[in-house]
Nanobody, 125 residues
């Protein structure tokens, strides 16, 4: 089992920044690709970004490319999502998730094995 706990969400004005963190415990963190997903009310869960278990590869959704940065610190068992130039349409609950490292990076949330409880991000216009 991998336990994931997100933090860092909140209310921010459009154009502002937030940094989300996701602390992992349980199994070996470096054995897992990590992803960030989000879900707005009435919408399906949406891929945001993913990072390989080593941190050497990343993939972003087109909607956040150039504004968001995913990173990880395997020594601290933590993955981050730096969000800049936030827009009202970024408002959602943000979830981190873990996917065992066999296989490539995946945008499909159904491929991820473990999930955090989510953190709310609200961007006001």
């Amino acid at each position: 089992q991998v336990q994931l706990v997100e933090s860092g969400g909140g209310l921010v004005q459009a154009g502002g920044s937030l940094r989300l963190s996701c602390a992992a415990s349980g199994r070996t963190f470096s054995n897992y690709h990590m992803g960030w997903f989000r879900q707005a009310p009435g919408k399906e869960r949406e891929f945001v970004a993913t990072i390989s278990n080593s941190g050497g590869s990343t993939v972003y959704a087109d909607s956040v490319k150039g504004r968001f940065t995913i990173s990880r610190d395997n020594a601290k068992n933590t993955v981050y999502l730096q969000m800049n130039s936030l827009k009202p349409e970024d408002t959602a609950v943000y979830y981190c998730a873990a996917d065992f490292f066999i296989g490539g990076l995946d945008r499909n949330w159904r491929q991820y094995n473990y999930w955090g409880q989510g953190t709310q991000v609200t961007v006001s216009s």
